[in-house]
């Protein structure tokens, strides 16, 4: 499932996130962090995770998330990994197709995350740069994705993906991983649709019997397939 979470930040906050990853802040090569796999893909740029500003980053962006009722109910979220900053211009414009690694080591929190969903939060407007869409292969095909500054991207970290060649401007993203509580896709799915279509009963007709029942349902399956 893919899935877009819209508006987790206003223009002020996007302005000042941006200011903050200016030409000043500590950009390092991105391919300090990559894998085996991912290293001859990656040519990009990334803020220093061990920063003092990388840190006070994490904290907007894990808030702005964790704010959205959405993402809550797509994701089922058990653990995070620690958001990361990427930045693509110039010759640093690309990462080519790869799958992300398994579980991840967090150097900031010392935790190990099974990345069962990938996020991307994009941080400035697709009219600033040129190319750079965010490509997802699936069982549907490839699914190019460029939104607006604020919107964030959630997908199945068993995607292969990749970042089209930045040809103008700069592409500013927060990325990081969450670990749900339902490790399978399909079934956190089936979650996801139920709880959406109970949100429009209720609007519709109020709490009845049937959506009391309906709700039972859903977290006798989330009993059944959550690991906490």
Not at 70 to 98: D, E, V, W
Request: neutral net charge.
């Amino acid at each position: 499932m893919i899935l877009v979470l819209k508006n987790l930040f206003s223009p002020e906050e996007l302005a000042s996130i941006r200011s903050d990853l200016g030409p000043q802040a500590p950009w390092i090569s991105g391919a300090s962090s990559a894998g085996g796999q991912a290293v001859t893909q990656k040519n990009n740029q990334q803020l220093a995770q061990d920063s003092a500003l990388a840190k006070a980053l994490q904290q907007r962006i894990l808030h702005a998330v964790q704010a959205d009722p959405l993402f809550f109910s797509a994701a089922l979220p058990h653990k995070i990994f620690n958001p990361l900053f990427n930045r693509y211009s110039g010759a640093s414009n690309h990462y080519g197709p790869h799958i992300d690694g398994a579980v991840l080591h967090s150097r900031q929190t010392g935790e190990r995350v099974r990345t069962d969903l990938s996020c991307t939060v994009f941080l400035n407007d697709p009219a600033d740069y040129g190319g750079g869409e965010l490509t997802v292969h699936d069982t549907y095909g490839a699914q190019s994705i460029k939104l607006p500054a604020g919107h964030a991207v959630l997908y199945p970290g068993t995607s292969l993906h990749e970042v089209r060649p930045v040809t103008r401007g700069q592409r500013l993203a927060s990325f990081f991983w969450i670990q749900s509580m339902v490790r399978s896709d399909e079934q956190r799915r089936l979650l996801f649709d139920l709880d959406m279509n109970l949100l429009k009963l209720r609007q519709q007709h109020g709490e009845t019997a049937e959506t009391t029942a309906l709700t039972g349902t859903y977290h006798n399956l989330l009993r059944m397939w959550a690991a906490v």
